[in-house]
């Protein structure tokens, strides 16, 4: 099997993650926050180092500003949800997953708020911070966008974006879906107020955790209550975060194996990594552009997800013939089907190939022989 849906999630995970999954689940899986024991202690106290090390990976500023979550959706939702107010206006990009795209069609369709969608295909980076600045209005009140895109190698000028935001006055929300853990980001130089990942992509944990970044003064509302584990009395969440926003029982397991990623990319290798992901995008789009009928989507773009299209089959197809060759691809829509409108691919959308540590360029001839034949 060759693996080329790492966009999905990464696969496989390194030996330690599995390694720390499976000591936890054996050795110290209490409930974290919910006793004085031993096992709760330790779980807590893993929980703690893993907020540490989220904080100093990303330039947080302060473990306690890592919110986890089930999922970047859930994430994302928070963020929206627990931020937007009646009346305000939200800027989003043309390239945004459904996890964004969604939570602000239905406040728009409540009349909470109203939103418009800066354009980013095609544009250099001059270009699109002048679209962006363009469609900002007085009830302007966040930009939330997309890092990396998850269909075609399109990154976004995130420091551009938040600084033009800084200066405006407006809070930047970032969904780092395809970054984090591939692209450097410091979310206090990058003015970067709420950013939301998945554990489970590039930052190598396994699923069932996310987590939203908030910087100090991004006023935020809870989206769940629950128990804390501290403070049970009050009907009210506590006052502070992450307590205050995490409401019933954390994914411990799933965090511990986040805390074991990121260790895994802070030990020295995590630019080599993103480095050799871009090399062989750089090799699939040579050997694929070679090919007769097949078309590359922003290609020229400095992203390493490869969005493609072959004349005359369609998405679903060309994946099912992949598929019957052990090459693992995702196609269709990608949740994101405005990016793909502004992309121009087919009703049936693309074929997505992306990248992963422990892919190879033999992996790249492989996808090249199986579309050849
Ligand atoms: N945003 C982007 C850009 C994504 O690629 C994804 C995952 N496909 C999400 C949000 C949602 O992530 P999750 O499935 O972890 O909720």
Redesign the pocket.
């Known amino acids: 099997m060759i693996y080329l849906d790492n966009?999905?999630t990464t696969f496989p995970k390194p030996h330690r993650v599995t390694a720390e999954v499976m000591r936890c689940l054996t050795e110290y899986c209490g409930n974290p926050g919910r006793g004085s024991h031993r096992l709760a202690l330790a779980a807590a106290e893993q929980i703690f180092s893993c907020r540490e090390a989220l904080s100093s990976f990303l330039g947080v500023g302060a473990p306690e500003r890592i919110l986890f979550t089930?999922?970047?959706?859930?994430?994302?939702n928070l963020a929206i949800k627990g931020f937007l107010r009646q009346g305000d206006h939200v800027l989003i990009s043309e390239l945004?997953?459904?996890?964004?795209r969604r939570p602000i069609c239905v406040l728009a369709a409540k009349g909470q708020i109203t939103f418009d969608v800066f354009p980013v295909v095609g544009l250099t980076q001059d270009e699109l911070l002048l679209r962006l600045a363009e469609k900002i209005t007085p009830a302007t009140r966040a930009v939330i966008c997309?890092h990396?895109?998850?269909i075609c190698s399109i990154t976004l000028p995130i420091a551009r974006i938040g600084a033009l935001c800084r200066k405006r006055g407006i809070r930047l929300i970032v969904?780092a879906?395809?970054s984090a853990g591939i692209l450097p980001i410091d979310m206090k130089t990058m003015h970067i107020d709420a950013l939301?990942a998945?554990g489970?992509?590039s930052l190598y944990g396994i699923q069932g955790c996310?987590f939203l970044a908030i910087g100090k003064d991004f006023a935020l509302e809870p989206l769940m209550e629950g128990g804390s584990g501290v403070d049970s009395l009050p009907a009210e969440m506590p006052t502070d975060p992450p307590e205050r926003f995490e409401a019933g029982t954390l994914p411990t397991p799933a965090i511990v194996g986040l805390l074991e990623g990121v260790r895994s990319l802070t030990s020295g290798t995590a630019r080599d990594l993103a480095a050799r992901e871009r090399e062989l995008f750089c090799a699939a789009t040579e050997r694929l552009s070679s090919l007769p009928d097949i078309h590359i989507f922003a290609k020229e773009h400095t992203g390493s997800v490869l969005l493609f299209q072959k004349d005359g089959v369609s998405a679903a197809e060309l994946g099912r013939h992949l598929g019957s060759k052990g090459i693992c691809v995702r196609t269709g829509l990608?949740?994101?089907p405005m990016a793909h409108k502004a992309l121009g691919t087919p009703d049936g959308g693309a074929v997505r190939v992306s990248f992963g540590r422990y892919n190879t360029p033999s992996d790249v001839d492989s996808l090249w022989e199986a579309l050849k034949s």
């Open positions: 966009a999905a089930q999922n970047t959706t859930y994430a994302l945004e997953h459904n996890a964004v997309t990396a895109s998850n969904d879906a395809q939301a998945p489970h992509k996310g990608h949740c994101a």
